[in-house]
């Protein structure tokens, strides 16, 4: 059994859009960016309202699961913006305990930005909080709450507190006939003490960060799910996606699950990749499959030129049978949909990428990570440069400077690595260099290396953590400061 699925969901093959209603923008007055307010009820209203609350997801008709969300569903509402359009976002928090709302991938002020670590005030219990900032780039964000929840799988991402975030750059033709966004999702977190198994680990993959000797003891706990979704759906669970031959369809894909890297497929359509993480891409590449980290986002067209019944799926069986996916069916097509796992699972940044990296700045930053094992009875720690968070004053930048970041992991664990509020370009991949592909997280693979250049442009405190929440929580985070 897959480490991260406990049961499985048998014959499940349907799926479900259920993304919850777009939230629309009122007008108002412009405000100034980065502003913010703590306080009763404005006098202004807001353009968008996001409500904390508990929610009941139906994830199929036979099974339903209560959690906390946004605005009643999981995911939350759309928020569709326009790139440089200030907004007004009220969050109001229906919960008992304090609460944050991160908007993953914006650039804008660390008082807004959604996390403690940089100052933005928690939203209290029953209490509201007003964001003021301007969106911006243009691409696919996502919202999510970004509380520590240590031992608690009843807090932070394991709950259903996230959301889409697009902005619009005016500049999108629009040719495509479909479009949908879709989050892949774990539900029903447990701890146990189970390795990962990942049947899709490439067994040739380089490991040049891999150390002489490897730290002593068991491994401690990790988070295990019982079922998987895509958005707010199992397959079986909600009507499938209905296509035309020759259409052609816009997906925007978002891991917003709190621990797990999944890949997905589908049987006989390829993924015209063109960005990463929001940003368009320097090489745009059809591809097999698409991996994803937490946090991660692909946006991928898809020529819908083989008429049939397919599932879209995880590669992986045990995913896939626990219910990650959704069925794509052709018009005037029936039957049970099919399934088969691509020969190529490889995922490789480097692709989207040019040949070349750019010249190395003189400024550079080594991170070495590292696992100190919790035991069978405890947690994993996890360290940069051989302590945990929160670092003080030891990532300092000089505005206007650039900086290559050596990701160095020295762990038996992949991990998505996440800067706040900046966007970084990759540059080599296990000692392939590459140019061209800009992201805000990217998954460091296990043993391996990874390095990003970061032009240090927002000033303000700024978080650097794990995207996998019990890494997070456990020691894998720091501040980059500014001078």
């Known amino acids: 059994m897959d480490r991260r699925n406990f049961i499985k969901i048998g014959g499940a093959f349907a799926g479900g859009l259920g993304l919850g209603k777009m939230l629309h923008a009122q007008q108002m007055p412009p405000m100034q960016q980065g502003q913010a307010q703590n306080s009763g009820a404005p006098s202004t209203p807001a353009d968008f309202t996001v409500k904390i609350g508990t929610v009941l997801v139906e994830l199929a008709p036979y099974r339903s699961l209560s959690t906390i969300g946004y605005n009643g569903t999981s995911p939350g509402p759309l928020i569709r913006l326009r790139e440089g359009k200030p907004v007004t976002i009220d969050v109001i928090n229906d919960t008992d305990t304090p609460e944050l709302v991160h908007w993953h991938g914006l650039l804008i002020p660390s008082e807004v930005d959604g996390a403690e670590e940089e100052g933005t005030p928690m939203v209290p219990p029953h209490g509201r909080y007003r964001y003021q900032f301007t969106p911006g780039p ?125 890949k997905i497929a589908m049987t006989g359509h390829k993924f015209q990749v063109f960005a990463l993480d929001g940003n368009p891409v320097a090489n745009p590449q059809a591809v097999d499959v698409i991996a994803m980290g937490p946090g991660e986002r692909v946006d991928a067209f898809v020529e819908m030129n083989r008429p049939g019944v397919w599932a879209l799926g995880a590669t992986a069986d045990a995913d896939r049978n626990a219910g990650l996916g959704i069925i794509v069916e052709y018009e005037n097509q029936k039957g049970q949909p099919q399934f088969l796992r691509p020969a190529n699972r490889v995922w490789d940044y480097t692709v989207f990428g040019r040949p070349t990296a750019p010249p190395a700045p003189q400024e550079t930053i080594d991170m070495i990570i590292g696992k100190v094992p919790g035991g069978v009875h405890g947690f994993n720690h996890w360290t940069i440069n051989s302590k945990e968070y929160p670092h003080e004053d030891e990532f300092v930048l000089r505005p206007g400077s650039k900086y290559r970041i050596f990701f160095r992991n020295r762990t038996d664990d992949d991990h998505p690595l ?47 953590h794990c995207h996998n929440q019990m890494h997070m929580d456990f020691g894998f985070k720091a501040l980059f400061r500014y001078s």
Not at 148 to 161: E, V
Not at 191 to 217: I, S, T
Not at 447 to 463: E, S
């Open 418 to 464: 996440h800067i706040h509020r900046h966007l970084f370009e990759i540059v080599e991949v296990n000692g392939k260099p590459t140019g061209g592909v800009m992201k805000d997280t990217v998954v460091v693979p296990q043993f391996g290396r990874v390095a990003v250049d970061l032009m240090a442009d927002q000033p303000g405190l700024t978080l650097f």
């Open 138 to 262: 243009a691409g696919s964000r996502w919202y999510h709450t970004h509380t520590m929840a240590g031992s608690d799988l009843h807090r932070g991402t394991y709950t259903g507190q996230y959301g889409f975030f697009y902005i619009d750059s005016g500049k999108d033709p629009g040719k495509y006939d479909q479009e949908h966004f879709l989050a892949l999702r774990d539900w029903e977190p447990f701890l146990a003490n189970e390795d990962e198994d990942d049947e899709d680990e490439d067994p040739n993959a380089p490991k040049p960060e891999k150390p002489d000797r490897m730290p002593r003891g068991a491994n401690g706990y990790e988070a295990v799910y019982r079922v998987v979704s895509i958005n707010d759906k199992l397959m079986g669970g909600g009507p499938p996606i209905q296509v035309k031959a020759g259409q052609r369809v816009l997906f925007h894909f978002l891991n917003a699950c709190a621990t797990s890297n999944r």
